[in-house]
């Protein structure tokens, strides 16, 4: 099977289940005027699923507790919405529909206020997706729609009686309440397994906009709901294709379909109906045109991106000034308009910003940047700290030694001072080695004191030996050696060539 | 003095006002502090000690990003000293609360304001100046907390923000910190290695994605404890997550997160972007599915089910209303579940 077929194969059944029975209910929806009752029905219903979740009940452990209270609300919903159809309409129904729903959406959010995650599963209740639609979820679904669509069909007459012409229902001995009771009862159960696959804004098509398009063209009930299966079954295949072809959401991208389907269709029954049909052709053709150039016109207006780099370097955030350092490294005029901002960078940049232009420094050798950099090395951030000093010794100016030997004495992580000692030993500076000698002789890490003592030796011959073992052994030898050594020796240390240095007088 | 209706009614109201109140305010000279997050207020227990009441604005079981507003929230803050928030745009309800809060002292700019998240490297930074695809979060990703080190700076954030504000305290404060930064470095790195090379080097390093190499350079390797060393077992493995909230906890862990369920962060995926995800998962063999417990099973399911791989579901906050006691505990559950998924058993601890 093709990629697409075993993608959408479900997806794509789930829309025909929903468009087999809610095409055939939105005629009943549409005759009787009660366009929103499906998602005042669904809102009632996923109040009742808070009211269960409240009650104690887990929407995760005990589906079936949740959806017994659903349906009982649902119940409760069909027996308001039949209670308030009044025969001389002085509020129309629509109205308390619409009542209904904001009241229910209200209670829903007031229920799940204080509900661990409640928001997250109001939206789970009403978003559903299509697209995770399983084999098992479809049979269930199709169960339901089936029992819903064989009750509607034995009692067809019955049902259209009510909905399309009452008094002549009532009038040939109907009992109105019973039979608009059964049709919201059934209405919801429809509703209610069509929402948790679909979400709420699907299901409203489904049930709308067929009916919609097959009252443009017919009158008879057979021919609508032929014309209203046709639609659904054309714009779910068009849907899931566009969907998956241009790579889309698929519930919203089926409600788009079925706005483009209503348009053409209601622009061809215009032409159609019209006495004049070349005039009318003339006139959707001029309509259409002049939408889409509104629509064209409106890329006009698309907010052009033209920026200046320092401008963005200087007042953008973080993630902007990033983007501007990246254009900078790689432009060396660009670069030459940055230099007078780097201190200013460097002493108040976000730390990310900092270490980058730092970067850009080292790599463009701007030794102009040395004071400004030098006041970075005792930073409260140890990355600064740290890539500062690396910069510092990259640029490699003699000057920088005592700025080195400064920070050095300011500074308490023992690492750090080793990096600096052998950045001054490099600069053939002797102040490196007592700063060694004293991570040595302390009381830090061991490895800081190991590492000291080989950044020692590699610059300077000592007549003693200290080790310093790993744990658990712990244990350190030639440290009080190296103290003896270093009281009678510490004045005579003299540099000689290549950073070397040698005991001397 | 008469007993009208009204008065009744205004004693009445009275009553049901002073509870509340007497629910949020600290009478007992310790510091007031709210945090958006409950991780936060985890953090804040453990620098502030006895000197501080905490109280979070949000449960763990809640989407930190979408909380809410209620009117306790705001009376919470009004009350407030200190308020903590992680900021990078993760909580953008916080703003509204501080604002209704009308509370001085925690405007922006106060040192009643703390912004956890503030000098934090982010990943994930916008790659484009242009605000085209309209980033969520122009600072980079916000879920920082969910990588150790992070934890240590968001504590020092705070600490700071306590020494301003009840500076007699402030050496007690320093030394909560130092303390809780060092049980972090010694959980992550082992007790043998933080004595033998620092907290300190160790956390450089590590930030550095140096920490393996150095290690090697010092035989050290052998030294290395903690959720570190459990981690090892996951070392290079892929992972699917829901929402684009790991990257900092996989970085630091070793991991990588070939893609999300989610294919822009709080837009539902498309066909397409499913079925990539079920051959992704069924091509590189991942195992695990790792998402909040806060989120939609649907998509989960769904691939567990299609592709063959585990649900794992984990809180990423602190809190009863999750079961998770501490920081300590949250990083425990989530790198234990993940092991047991990814190894089959669970780690001795």
Not at chain 1, 298 to 316: E, I, N, P
Not at chain 1, 462 to 476: F, G, R, S, T, Y
Not at chain 2, 239 to 246: E, G, L, Q
Request: net charge negative.
């Amino acid at each position: 099977m093709s990629p697409f077929l075993l993608s959408m194969a479900w997806p794509f059944v789930a829309c025909l289940l929903l468009a087999g029975l809610l095409v055939y209910l939105g005629i009943h929806v549409i005759s009787r005027k009660v366009i929103f009752v499906d998602l005042a029905l669904a809102q009632i219903a996923a109040l009742g699923s808070v009211w269960g979740v409240l009650l104690g009940w887990d929407l995760q452990d005990d589906p079936w507790a949740v959806k017994a209270f659903s349906l009982a609300f649902t119940f409760l919903g069909a027996a308001v919405f039949t209670l308030t159809r009044m025969r001389d309409e002085r509020v129309p129904h629509e109205a308390l529909i619409g009542i209904s729903y904001a009241v229910a959406l209200g209670s829903t959010i007031l229920a799940s206020a204080h509900l661990a995650h409640g928001a997250e599963e109001v939206s789970e209740l009403l978003a559903g997706s299509i697209l995770w639609v399983r084999g098992d979820t479809i049979v269930v679904t199709g169960l339901v729609f089936g029992v819903v669509g064989a009750f509607h069909w034995i009692f067809r007459k019955q049902f259209f009686a009510i909905s399309l012409n009452p008094e002549q229902a009532e009038r040939s001995g109907l009992s109105l309440r019973l039979w608009d009771f059964l049709f919201y009862v059934s209405l919801g159960f429809a509703v209610t397994s069509a929402v948790s696959i679909a979400g709420v804004l699907l299901v409203f098509s489904y049930l709308v906009i067929p009916a919609v398009v097959a009252m443009l063209f017919a009158e008879r009930i057979s021919t609508r709901l032929v014309i209203g299966w046709i639609t659904g079954t054309v714009v779910s295949a068009v849907g899931c294709s566009v969907s998956y072809f241009r790579d889309l959401p698929s519930g919203p991208t089926i409600v788009a379909c079925f706005g483009v389907f209503l348009v053409v269709a209601g622009l061809v029954r215009f032409v159609t109906a019209s006495p004049d049909k070349g005039r009318a052709f003339v006139k959707a053709l001029g309509g259409v045109l002049g939408f889409a150039l509104l629509v064209g016109g409106s890329f006009a207006l698309k907010k052009r991106d033209h920026h200046d780099t320092l401008h963005v370097l200087q007042t953008g955030n973080k993630a902007e000034k990033m983007l501007a350092l990246a254009e900078i490294e790689s432009d060396a005029d660009l670069w030459e308009r940055t230099k007078p901002l780097v201190a200013g960078i460097l002493t108040n940049g976000e730390n990310e910003v900092r270490l980058r232009m730092l970067g850009i420094v080292e790599a463009r050798n701007y030794k102009a940047a040395l004071p400004s950099i030098e006041g970075l090395l005792l930073d409260k951030d140890d990355a600064i700290a740290e890539r500062s000093l690396r910069v510092v010794r990259a640029l490699g100016d003699p000057r920088s030694a005592d700025v080195i030997a400064n920070a050095a004495s300011g500074e308490d992580d023992d690492y750090l001072r080793v990096e600096m000692a052998e950045a001054l030993l490099e600069l053939g500076d002797a102040r490196g080695v007592p700063l060694l000698v004293g991570v040595i002789v302390g009381d830090g890490a061991n490895q800081a004191r190991r590492e000291a003592w080989e950044h020692l030796t590699a610059h300077l011959d000592v007549p003693v030996k200290v080790q310093i073992e790993l744990a658990p052994d712990d244990k350190a030898s030639g440290v009080p050696e190296l103290k003896v050594w270093w009281q009678s020796h510490r004045s005579s240390i003299q540099p000689e060539s290549g950073g070397k240095f040698h005991v001397g007088s | 003095m008469k007993l009208t209706p009204s008065l009744l009614a205004l004693a009445l109201l009275s009553a049901l006002f002073s509870d509340t109140v007497q629910a949020t305010s600290a009478a007992d000279g310790k510091l007031n502090v709210v945090t958006t997050l409950s991780v936060l207020a985890d953090l804040a227990r453990e620098v502030g000690g006895d000197f501080v009441t905490v109280q979070s604005l949000s449960d763990p079981s809640e989407d930190p990003h979408f909380v809410q507003p209620r009117p306790t929230l705001m009376q919470r803050a009004r009350e407030a000293d200190v308020f903590i928030e992680l900021g990078l745009q993760l909580e953008l309800w916080a703003g509204k609360v501080i604002d209704g809060s009308g509370n001085p002292k925690i405007q922006s700019g106060q040192p009643g304001r703390v912004v956890a998240s503030l000098g934090i490297p982010t990943l994930e930074l916008p790659q484009q100046l242009s605000r085209e695809w309209g980033d969520v979060h122009p600072y980079g990703n916000p879920h920082i907390w969910l990588d150790p080190l992070n934890a240590k700076d968001m504590a020092a954030n705070i600490a700071a923000g306590f020494e301003k504000v009840d500076a007699a305290h402030a050496a007690e404060y320093e030394k909560r910190l130092k303390d809780f930064q060092n049980r972090i470095d010694v959980a992550l790195f082992g007790e043998a290695l933080v004595k033998e090379v620092g907290g300190r080097m160790l956390t450089r390093k590590a930030r550095d994605g140096k920490l393996d190499d150095y290690l090697e350079t010092h035989k050290l390797s052998d030294k290395l404890g903690g959720w570190l060393l459990e981690a090892r077992p996951l070392a290079g493995r892929p992972v699917v997550t829901y929402h684009k909230s790991w990257i900092y906890f996989v970085t630091r862990f070793g991991l990588n997160v070939p893609v999300e369920i989610e294919e822009k962060p709080g837009i539902p995926p498309s066909a397409r972007h499913r079925d990539a995800v079920v051959e992704m998962i069924k091509a590189k063999g991942i195992k695990t599915i790792l998402e909040e417990v806060f989120y939609d099973r649907g998509a989960a399911d769904y691939l567990a089910k299609a592709a063959g791989a585990h649900e794992v579901i984990v809180p990423i906050d602190v809190g009863p209303s999750v079961g998770v006691t501490s920081y300590f505990a949250l990083i425990d559950l989530i790198l234990g579940k993940l092991i047991e998924s990814e190894t089959g058993k669970a780690p001795t601890r």
